[in-house]
């Protein structure tokens, strides 16, 4: 196999010690079981590739499409190696060998067609303000959460400018199309109003942050915990569990921002038992759930029912596939809600 991508990180990979830090917190060798699902594991695989001492085959492929990029064994690496950053690479040279899963290209070619991982024509809700605003995929789908996320922002003062976006390209860099990603990048460029713009979804901050180093966007949850304070809020007086999302807490380092903002508008949390920068993934990222969707519904539903043990009527996160993998399992159990914290300060400042 030809290898590109994978070459840039060579060096890195020989930092791996094999100490094996990265077994507690990895999400999938928790449910899988087998070295080759943890990080070392991956890493053995990826430099196997690399040196062309392995050879790619089904069971390898599916082994590096096998992660959720939650970067809990970055977070915990002696040595720094980043895992997801070198499965993206490895990721990308087997697609260049034609190692490609059907499910991959059809959410790809969505986007190609349309914009968005949906497929569909979606309107966003356009607003003529000053503000530019990102909705991302997820929000842009769910119309009517989306307007009630930017009457948050003109309740705080800002004047929200809507524009016609599209998906902001991750989906082609996780899942290894990083010549797509390039042609795609551009289009996301042409069609931002500004450098600088307020962005409502937690992966789309984390990939544009990574991949647009000349953007400067803001994440929604900095700019209301900026500005609550100067607007009356109702206090909900609820009692929740907040799931950190990976690549706000892990990614971005933002622990204290969301639950400032929960204690600012009257709710208490109580904590999961994993947290912050431990906190255990809920298996929706790194394309899981269209390359493997059972493991991550089964990762979705450890990471529940340690918030269905607190007693608490409701789990509460920032990320809307967090919400939409973790919210799947929950209306099968009927036993605990789960919401997007935004929904809970809309209803503060009605
Ligand atoms: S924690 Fe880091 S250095 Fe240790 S085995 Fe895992 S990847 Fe290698
Ligand atoms: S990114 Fe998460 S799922 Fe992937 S190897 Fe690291 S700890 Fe495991």
Redesign the pocket.
């Known amino acids: 196999m030809d290898i590109q991508y994978l070459k840039a990180w060579e060096a890195e990979l020989n930092?791996?010690?094999?100490?094996?830090?990265?077994?507690e917190g990895c999400p999938v060798f928790k449910q899988l079981g087998w070295e080759v699902d943890?990080?070392?594991g991956k890493?053995v695989l990826t430099y196997g590739l690399l040196t062309g001492e392995l050879e790619p085959s089904d069971y390898v492929v599916r082994k590096i499409y096998e992660c959720s990029f939650c970067k809990d064994?970055t977070e915990?690496?002696?040595?720094?190696?980043a895992?997801p950053d070198i499965l993206a690479a490895a990721r990308a040279d087997l697609v260049s060998a034609g190692f490609v899963y059907d499910e991959h290209r059809e959410l790809l070619d969505k986007i190609k067609q349309t914009g968005n991982i949906f497929g569909k024509e979606l309107t966003p809700p356009i607003r003529e303000g000053e503000t530019p605003i990102l909705l991302g995929c997820r929000f842009l789908e769910r119309s009517e959460d989306a307007q009630r996320y930017l009457e948050i922002l003109e309740k705080i003062g800002i004047k929200p400018k809507v524009f016609d976006e599209i998906c902001c390209g991750m989906p082609f860099g996780v899942l290894g199309y990083k010549d797509e990603l390039i042609h795609h990048q551009q289009e996301f460029r042409k069609r931002l109003p500004a450098d600088e713009f307020i962005c409502l979804c937690t992966t789309c901050i984390f990939f544009i942050k990574k991949s647009y180093p000349e953007l400067n966007p803001k994440y929604v949850i900095e700019v209301i915990r900026e500005r609550l304070p100067n607007v009356n809020v109702k206090k909900l007086g609820l009692k929740v569990t907040y799931h950190d999302p990976c690549n706000l807490a892990r990614g971005l380092g933002m622990v204290k921002e969301p639950r400032d903002i929960l204690r600012m508008i009257g709710v208490e949390v109580v904590e999961l038992p994993t947290k912050g920068k431990e906190a255990e993934c809920c298996g929706g990222g790194g394309g899981l759930l269209v390359t493997n969707l059972e493991l991550a519904e089964k990762i979705a539903e450890r990471r529940l029912n340690e918030a269905i043990a607190l007693g608490v009527d409701m789990l509460v996160t920032l990320c809307p596939t967090c919400e939409l993998n973790l919210g799947n399992i929950a209306k099968r159990g009927d036993k605990i809600e789960v919401k997007n914290l935004l929904d809970l300060v809309w209803q503060a400042l009605k």
């Open positions: 930092t791996c010690i094999r100490c094996a830090y990265c077994f943890s990080a070392r890493a064994c915990r690496c002696s040595a720094n190696v895992i």
